[in-house]
DNA sequence: TCAAGATTTGCAAGCGCTTGCAAAATGAGA
DNA sequence: TCTCATTTTGCAAGCGCTTGCAAATCTTGA
């Protein structure tokens, strides 16, 4: 009597399924997986598993068929809006696909990541999505060798082709830089994210092309290394006000490294952008709850992780498709942080 | 010959161990599963294990064994830090008793959480965490009823019991807003949180009754709703400080509020905690980060996690223990952005 | 040393599904 | 209308594991 409430469509099976549908339990198999079924069972069939409530067992069709409709997905932390954002964008697409996620975190020990790899690829998922991986050699090989699909997002710096996604992070450091140029600053004080990560170093050298290209002359004194975290950028935006010729302008790695500007500026007293103005990197949602609204280079976090999600899929249904990696377009958001220099400011 | 590559340990089951070990499978599994083994037999069988680089099948235990070390986590939205500091406490505990972390994100369909739930609990999982679920009523009673192991994080007012970790909002809030008056402040400003919540309600209610045991009337124009994000935050503290006599202190229902009230008072030109002290709620980590650092209410929020898991372990293992409710302590974290009110701002 | 109880072990069945194979049903061409 | 090629269908096996049951082994006390 407790079986078959209504609530809890707890035991079907497709085998309940084949008998109200009057037809074998393969049939219903068939249905499930888009085999070929004459039409008017494929109806019968659809009709009883939803008067029936049935729904799949993931576990026995995974065991069964080599595939378990689940993709894992390793991030460092999940604090850090920027990874929120690309997990959103994978969550979406993931959804639409109808598959399961299942979610990884590294930020303690260092190793973890390989260690995870080997569990999940072992079974469990059927590919996958490593953001902003760290000492990805150690796994990625494997990964490679066992052609296991996956696809990195935002990660650069393996001499190896690997698939991943990413932005144009050179570009956007250019274009940003170029903004602030035509805005008329000339000296424009950069804040660099974490040196050992590619994006960060294309970043910085869009910055010194895009001065280049404008015939100023790159100077060293107003580039400070940051982290892509707040309080290292708040200690280099300090830094770089000190100069005896401080920045009219200062471009920070990320969005974070921005909001640690801010408050170095005002911190002081200065405003933004009247006496200074701040562009970041990234647009997370904060930056354009912060006030003045942060002008910043849009990277496409959500629609990098569901590119980086397509990528993957098209490597589990094609496990031979190229090796690709794909690079969105990143794109100069105008709000308030920016505006040309003032003759104070200049002074 | 491409079988047994070091690297990749594809498909040693409990058959190849057994034989290597030369006992029968079902000691494998039973060394596997803790069961009795006499001694010599087990280290046999881990060595095997440990040689052949066994890792066991998830998909086959669960199907076998009905479990499937795997728990489900139903959150909003990941880009909340706190969000992610919950996630975080939860997939530590998990680390540690190696069970794997299915995510689900709610934060587009509104039902989206129904269908999760019954998804999730139809197999694949173990147990379910929810947090700050929003129409929660609908499947609870289905957990319920399933007996199926849940727990709410950071949940109130179902009016039926239910599993759940949260925190002492109501207290958080008295003690917040006694400090402030300690400090010496009278007219204490308060941003409210999404009023629907439980939490938000606890919060104001605590506030409301550190004010009138100290003797201060509680005024309503010192209130305003907020909704625990930032814009509106910022309007409410332009509200607060536009009124004639304007607080010498502002009470913000969590962290991201108090950001707002920063950024609206400091784009006045007035100073933190100089003109104006501020209080936040939560701890999130970015509080420690801005300038000056963010005096808070710390809500213990990766032990919530923490004690979530446990407690749904607990569950888990003997589904009738009793139906627990667990508030963790909050407690003041006094930082830089409170001071005692001065004669200026009093004026 | 032996019997009786306690423990450990092995076998087989089965979890719910997919899929190769062969049989049945269908369609086309003559 | 009948045959042959084609599609659809059903059966059985098996994915890797857990677990009840009965047989084998060990332990203990007399």
Redesign the interface.
Known sequence: MARK?P????DITIFDVAREANVSYSTVSRVINNKGVRADKRERVLRAMSELGY?A????R??AGGK?N?IG?LVH?????Y???I??GV??EL?ALQY??????T??RKGRESAYV??LT???VDGLLLVLPQNAETYL??LR??RFPHVLVDHQGVDFDVPSVGATNWQGGYDGTHYLIELGHRRIGFITGDMTMGCARDRLAGYQQALTDAGIPVNPTLICEGDF???QA?ICANVLLDLEQPPTAIFASNDVSA??AM??I??RGLHIPGDVSILGFDD???SA???PALTTIRQPLAEMGRTATQLLFTYINEPDAPIKRIELPTKLVVRQSCQAPTVSSLA
Chains 1, 2 share one sequence.
Do not use: K
């Open positions: 409430s609530i809890a469509p707890q729904v067992n993931l576990q026995a995974s065991l378990s689940i997905l932390s999940l604090t850090v809006e990874f929120g954002e997990a959103r969550d979406e959804a399961d996620l299942m979610l990884y975190t930020h303690r080997t569990r072992r079974n469990l090989e494997t060798h066992r975290l707040q309080p708040f909001f640690g408050e170095a005002r911190t997370t949602p904060q709850q912060v006030h």
